[in-house]
């Protein structure tokens, strides 16, 4: 696919990205910012996509505005949590809700394109200090995975609808930060120590990732969450999100900081223990690499309780970002709120249809689609029932199944081209 656009384009959108301020959120100019960073995400996602040289990251980190971008993130996510409240009770009813689904979803895209670069370990570590603002940022969007729920309101109206969209958002934001945490756990060692000290101790992800495990929400009456979509799962296929789940605790429980800084006690011993049970022989064969972390666990399960080692003397890393954003609008918040009601919830018709045709050309719906189409994957059919199928015999490599039932109900039939081969 060709790019949306030239590199002189990014250049400028990156080099003249700025940090926005609480007031300006659902204006024109921030409009016309939203947009830009919207083109960004797509033109990332085309070089992600298509395997070549990925300008975007570059860039970012090269003129360092990778901060910016959690800075935006979390910018959205404390209006959320702090100003559309107050501008739903304002208006409970709004005619129009494209503005303040733009703010939402500019969350949602600055967390695309962080989990897009932070891929990258060079990302990781141009983030500096600002790696523990996206730490807890992270650590708290993935808790919310655990509380949200189905929305079942059946009332229709434009409020509902909204919050609707804002539950749907968060449970996209929360499953793409755990994937922010896996990169953030393999890039501990570019990482200010402080930073590594936090994910052990303050927000404590080992144990939160094993009750994302524990709980799966992406998984939901039959169905997966992949890629933005339920889709229908066999029941034993391990999903891409929890796969990197896995991949994160891992890595940090094996890392050689852990010991260091991870005082296994006996709250942090049940809730680890609980991996057991999930270490499976059929997951251990989609994701090979956990059979060190079933050894860890095994060990932890017949190892007498350690003493706590010795922490080591840190300075804490402040949550900069947050604590700016929260103590440039304390006490303000009502405020703000009456401030920014005419253009979040606009009662004027040709302001309505401006944004429309703004937001229209920033989401590009046809671009999206024919971006779906590029991540799609050939599925494999089950050689027993023809089914799609995202397992395969792991001695020959040649053949696919759909669930380990039709692969033992196959291998009479198999197990001499297996050997043989």
């Known amino acids: 696919m060709d790019s949306i656009l030239l590199s002189t384009e990014i250049d400028l959108y990156i080099d003249t990205m700025k940090a926005q301020d609480m007031a300006s959120l659902g204006s024109k100019s921030w409009l016309e910012w939203h947009q830009r960073l919207q083109k960004l995400n797509q033109e990332a996602l085309i070089e992600a996509a298509a395997v070549k040289e990925e300008y975007v990251q570059e860039a970012l980190v090269s003129f360092g505005k990778i901060m910016i971008l959690v800075h935006e993130a979390i910018l959205s996510n404390v209006w959320k949590r702090k100003v559309l409240p107050l501008l739903l009770r304002m208006e409970n009813d709004p005619p129009c809700t494209f503005v303040a689904y733009s703010v939402l ?7 695309a394109l962080l989990e897009l670069v932070t891929y990258h370990a060079n990302a990781a570590q141009a983030l500096g200090d600002a790696a523990a603002d996206l730490l807890h940022y992270s650590y708290g969007t993935v808790s919310q995975l655990l509380v949200l729920k189905e929305n079942s309101e059946n009332e229709d109206n434009s409020k509902v609808e909204l919050i609707r ?3 749907d958002l968060a449970f996209d934001i929360g499953i793409r930060s755990l994937t922010i945490l896996r990169y953030l756990g393999d890039c501990l060692d570019r990482l200010p120590l402080a930073v590594t000290a936090r994910m052990f101790g303050i927000d404590d992800v080992p144990v939160l990732l094993t009750q994302m495990l524990v709980e799966r929400p992406w998984i939901r009456k039959g169905k997966q969450y992949v890629g933005g979509k339920w889709m229908d799962w066999d029941g034993e296929s391990v999903a891409k999100v929890e796969a990197q789940v ?3 605790l891992r890595q940090l429980l094996l890392d ?11 709250a942090r011993r049940r809730q680890l223990m609980r991996l057991q049970q999930f270490l499976t022989p059929v997951l251990i064969d989609q994701i090979s690499p956990l059979i060190e972390l079933q050894q860890w666990v095994y060990r932890l399960s017949v190892a ?3 003493c706590a080692p010795p922490v080591p003397i840190l300075l804490e890393v402040m949550l900069e970002i947050q604590d700016r954003i929260m103590a440039t609008c304390e006490g303000k918040w009502k405020k703000i709120a009456r401030q920014q009601l005419p253009q979040i919830f606009s009662k004027n018709h040709d302001d309505i249809v401006q944004t429309a045709q703004c937001l229209s050309e920033a989401y590009n719906a046809e671009l999206l689609e024919k971006l779906e189409d590029i991540n799609k994957k050939p599925e494999k059919s089950c050689v027993k029932c023809g089914k799609g199928a995202m397992q395969r015999c792991s001695r020959c490599k040649s053949i696919w199944y759909c669930s380990r039932n039709c692969q033992v109900t196959h291998w009479s039939t198999h197990k001499d081209d297996c050997n043989a081969a």
Do not use: F, G, K
């Open 105 to 111: 979803y500019h969350e949602a895209v600055c967390v």
């Open 165 to 167: 969209q804002r539950d």
């Open 246 to 248: 896995w991949l994160a």
């Open 256 to 266: 050689p900081s852990c010991p260091s800084h991870y005082n296994i006690t006996d």
């Open 304 to 306: 007498d309780q350690p």
